[in-house]
């Protein structure tokens, strides 16, 4: 069975440009979640999705949003991108919902804002 | 009232030892607690979890030990081995039928480097 698939795997970008980051569920899951991992700040929760619709959102900034399909394979967009933004972002599925369900975890895109 | 506290930061076990990584939750409403293991370059990986209706759920080498009215829990790793070197993450969060909820809140994160 194929693990969470997150595409690319490395990326740079130029400040003030916009991003957007793939991540493909395991299959039959239906839940994507994406955190932001950074050495200072650690792993943070952005937001869910869980057919098609938004259900949560961390605290961050509205330049980060998302979306899923109904394929269940979701993306993140973050727009007008700043030095800060630099991270590993990662991608979590689960079958139901991430919440008290098990969240299998993607190897994560690696974005540099340079 | 979100945090969850973990320690040491940074840890180093001989091999055969037992490692050992606490929590620290301040939310009542956290019902559920898996740790992670990660490698550089990799994602995280669900090592174990527990529920709060159980003290203690063991998986091979690794124990997770629950502390409800102290609100803290942890791993330990028996007889630890090199291959065992990661960083591991404690994690909560809570059933969504009270709303509000926030996906995995994690720790900061242990630095383990078992030496041969």
């Known amino acids: 069975k194929a693990g969470v698939t997150q595409t690319p795997r490395y990326l740079i970008k130029t400040r003030g440009q916009q991003v957007t980051l793939s991540c493909s569920p395991i299959?039959?899951?239906?839940?994507v979640s994406w955190y932001q991992q950074t050495p200072g700040q650690g792993l943070q929760f952005l937001f869910e999705?869980?057919?098609?619709?938004?259900?949560n959102k961390g605290n961050f900034p509205g330049r980060f949003s998302g979306r899923q399909f109904s394929n269940s394979r979701s993306e993140m967009n973050v727009s007008t991108l700043e030095l800060g933004d630099s991270a590993l972002y990662l991608c979590?599925?689960?079958?139901?919902?991430?919440?008290?369900?098990?969240?299998?975890f993607g190897q994560g895109t690696r974005l540099t804002v340079v | 009232q979100q945090q969850v506290k973990q320690s040491p930061q940074s840890l180093i076990v001989q091999k055969g030892g037992i490692s050992i990584i606490n929590c620290a939750y301040e939310?009542?409403?956290?019902?559920?607690f898996p740790w992670y293991q990660q490698f550089p370059g990799k994602g995280p990986a669900l090592l174990i979890a527990?529920?709060?209706?159980?003290s203690e759920k063991k998986e091979g080498r690794f124990t997770i030990s629950f502390n409800k009215s102290a609100k803290q829990f942890s791993l330990h790793i028996m007889d630890s081995q090199p291959g065992d070197s990661a960083t591991y993450f404690c994690?909560?969060?809570?059933?969504?039928?009270?709303?509000?909820?926030?996906?995995?809140?994690f720790g900061k994160g242990t630095h383990l480097i078992i030496q041969p």
């Open positions: 527990i529920r709060p209706d159980v």
């Open positions: 999705y869980f057919s098609e619709t938004q259900r």
């Open positions: 299959s039959g899951h239906r839940s």
């Open positions: 979590a599925s689960s079958f139901f919902k991430p919440l008290g369900a098990e969240a299998f």
């Open positions: 939310n009542t409403a956290f019902d559920y």
């Open positions: 994690a909560a969060s809570m059933s969504e039928a009270g709303g509000g909820a926030d996906g995995l809140t």
